[in-house]
């Protein structure tokens, strides 16, 4: 017996979610899936939007350790020809370089969320140094003093380095951002070098004059910007390889995000 409903034969597939009626002929009838399937496409465009990557993971990890190495690396002095130097120098560029490459690729939110990591990591490493120097050392242990050089790091050094590090970070990616969409996503290089030496330049500003406060103005400022001089150079050095991974990660992720309309609110962490 027809029913004068389009039926099909089949049985309701279970926990579905589609509606299915029973008309007289006994078939099983499909009414509707519209609804259904468009509140499955929203949930895979919300559950896509805030997927990682691997190749995101893995470069936030990298900048971590930069970021916590250089730190470490810090108590090192050298001489560049006439020029002392810290160690620090050596690994804290690439921080800036993998920052260009997570503003490049999956752009300025997901970057803002690897810097606040990197703060928040390098914050839980110097508490816990400052733990471990306040256990009971080992009678027999001699390393005391030479573990107190290393980790014994004063407040106001501490507090000027991180706060210079977020804020150089984030004028970093800020920058490379908004040339990003400016420039029609060409001229990588020339972006990578601008937005290095606007953070560098935020970092320094804040790091030399809380964490050597009494030093002389003019050596303040030979100093700054020998840093600056000698960082963004480093970057220039590395730029070829620099732009071998951007490129690569673009193609092996099929991303290159734009950052229009945002909010480059630099609080707005989990706004991915």
């Known amino acids: 017996m027809d029913c004068g409903i389009s039926c099909i034969p089949l049985q309701p597939p279970a926990g579905s979610g589609t509606l299915y009626i029973t008309g007289e002929c006994g078939r099983v009838c499909l009414v509707t899936t519209r609804n259904n399937q468009n509140k499955d496409n929203m949930d895979n465009i919300h559950s896509d939007r805030h997927k990682l990557s691997v190749s995101f993971m893995l470069m936030a990890i990298m900048f971590n350790v930069c970021l916590i190495a250089s730190n470490l690396f810090e108590t090192k002095l050298f001489m560049a020809g006439p020029i002392a130097l810290t160690g620090g120098v050596i690994i804290f560029p690439i921080s ?9 690729v999956w752009g300025y939110r997901k970057a803002r969320l690897v810097i606040w990591s990197g703060f928040v990591m390098n914050f839980f490493v110097v508490a816990m140094a400052q733990i471990v120097r306040l256990l009971p050392a080992a009678p027999f242990w001699d390393g005391g003093p030479h573990f107190d050089y290393v980790f014994a790091m004063a407040p106001r050094v501490t507090l000027a380095s991180m706060m210079a590090f977020l804020c150089g970070s984030t004028v970093n990616a800020w920058i490379m951002s908004r040339m990003k969409v400016a420039s029609k996503g060409r001229r990588f290089s020339f972006r990578a070098i601008v937005s290095s030496i606007g953070g560098e330049t935020v970092d320094s500003l804040i790091f030399f004059p809380i964490a050597f406060w009494g030093l002389g103005a003019e050596d303040m400022v030979r100093l700054m910007l020998t840093q600056i001089v000698l960082k963004t150079l480093y970057e220039v050095i590395i730029l070829p390889v620099t732009n071998v991974v951007v490129r690569r990660l673009k193609r092996f ?9 945002i909010s480059y609110n630099p609080f707005r962490i989990f706004d991915l």
């Open 96 to 104: 800036y370089i993998i920052n260009d490459c997570l503003v490049e």
């Open 253 to 261: 992720e099929g991303e290159d995000t734009f950052d229009e309309h």
